[in-house]
């Protein structure tokens, strides 16, 4: 008798349905997210993604593997998001353009947050200004949200859409934090429901 490995989700059990319409929560679990270190220029070629040019930036485009997101860690240091089911492939073809590559896929997991209080939620726990005049589409801060480190990444600063990469270890604990700064935006609609 075998024993097979059940992968899951880290908020696989959390239900996000009730939060909306003031906040919609949609879990990207298992995607590939490599760190690369010291890449040369013709990784962006090679992924068919421009790698990002400026700090605190991210670019995204369609590659052969599929939805690719280049992310700007540091000054040598880039994070590669792409869809779960390429990651060896994808990997591989990383090291040729590479000084390091260190596969940390299950580090983290991806949450993609919209809806017309999104930035009203983010601001109770965390001090980056979001308005889309300092907060601009494809811009990427590692920051402190509620006290748990994550990666923010504005996909589209207009209509207030992100995307928060947080540990696994914490995604728990940001799912109930993300229950209660929505709450107050909820008791208006709560309210009609009541009467």
């Given amino acids: 008798m075998t024993v097979e490995a059940i992968r899951r989700s880290p908020l696989g ?8 319409p003031a906040l919609l929560v ?3 679990p298992f995607l590939t997210h490599l760190t690369v270190r010291g890449a040369d220029a013709g990784l962006g070629a090679a992924l068919g993604v421009e790698l990002p040019s400026a700090a605190c930036t991210f670019t995204s485009g369609a590659s052969p593997f599929g939805p690719v997101q280049v992310a700007w860690m540091g000054p040598d240091e880039l994070l590669v998001l792409a869809p779960a089911d390429v990651q060896v492939e994808l990997e591989a073809l990383v090291r040729q353009y ?9 580090q983290r997991t991806t949450v993609e947050l919209s809806g017309p209080h999104v930035r009203d939620v983010l601001a109770h726990g965390c001090s980056i200004d979001l308005h889309p005049t300092s907060a601009r589409t494809g811009t990427c801060v590692q920051t402190l949200l509620a006290r748990t480190g994550i990666v923010l990444l504005v996909r589209d600063a207009g209509r207030g859409e992100f995307t928060v990469l947080v540990r696994s270890s914490f995604a728990a604990y940001f799912a109930a934090w ?3 700064a929505a709450l107050e935006y909820q008791l208006p609609q709560l309210a009609v429901e009541l009467r």
């Fill in 13 to 20: 059990d959390n239900d996000f349905t009730a939060l909306a």
């Fill in 26 to 28: 949609v879990e990207r």
């Fill in 98 to 106: 590479a000084g390091a590559v260190v596969d940390v896929s299950a």
């Fill in 178 to 180: 993300l229950t209660d």
